[in-house]
């Protein structure tokens, strides 16, 4: 099955209208959560801490890769290989693309008392909210492995969402900051997906076309 450009651009194009529509609601983020109990406060906290921690580059991206190459390597499925070297490289490339956008949108964090807007380039971490890297790395990950193995990526894009959600819940970024990182690791995750499964068909197509040495010569 090929990757439909189309459609994962116009669900790109509407991750773009989302973070459009929910500007007015930005500072009061409806997915953070405020318990008033000190227990369930606490234990929200320490969820957030875990999945911002353990989502970061080192913890689930490098760690992916290992996982899915290491499958490959035992199961000799070069598509696994493949598919890690794809979600590696989209994390990459989706977290070092948001890192310059922030430095140079300069919008402050949530946690930062500054006026919210952009304030221009800027290498203070408390002014490089927008985009999330956190957010861009996590779904840079995910979306190779659902485009190319939508079993396998699907609680992987969900555990890239719970980053996402962390982000806001420990007051690190704005839910637009979070929403705008999601097309941005779309950009990168398009081309090699499509690069992971044209891999796959040239292998099945070479298996498919190779003469069978069991016939005898005419």
């Known amino acids: 099955m090929r990757p439909r ?38 234990a929200v906290k320490q969820t957030a801490q875990a999945l911002s921690f353990y989502g970061d580059f080192a913890g689930f991206n490098v760690a992916l890769f290992v996982i899915l190459l290491s499958a490959g390597w035992l199961l000799r499925s070069r598509k ?13 490339l989706s977290g070092l693309c948001a890192n310059v956008i922030r430095s140079a949108t300069g919008r402050p964090r949530p946690s930062t008392k500054a006026e919210d807007r952009l304030h221009g380039p800027s290498f203070s971490s408390a002014y490089q909210a927008l985009p999330s890297a956190h957010t861009a790395t996590a779904f840079g990950g995910a979306l190779p492995v659902l485009l190319s193995a939508p079993v396998m990526g699907a609680p992987l894009t969900v555990a890239a969402a719970g980053v996402g959600w962390s982000r806001m819940q ?16 779309f950009l990168f995750s398009l081309p090699l997906t499509r690069w992971a ?9 070479t298996l498919t076309h190779a003469p069978d040495s069991s016939r005898p010569p005419h």
Do not use: Q, Y
Not at 170 to 185: E, G, I, K, Q, Y
Not at 197 to 205: D, I, K, P
């Open 170 to 185: 420990l007051n690190r970024h704005h839910l637009t900051d979070v929403l705008a990182s999601v097309p941005l690791s």
């Open 80 to 92: 696994f290989m493949r598919i890690a070297v794809a979600s590696l490289l989209c994390a990459s």
């Open 197 to 205: 499964m044209l891999g796959r068909m040239r292998t099945a197509s």
């Open 5 to 42: 450009p189309w459609l994962f651009s116009a669900l790109a194009a509407a991750v773009v209208a989302g973070v459009i529509w929910v500007l007015p609601w930005d500072d009061a983020a409806p997915l953070v959560l405020k318990p008033t109990d000190k227990e369930t406060r606490e």
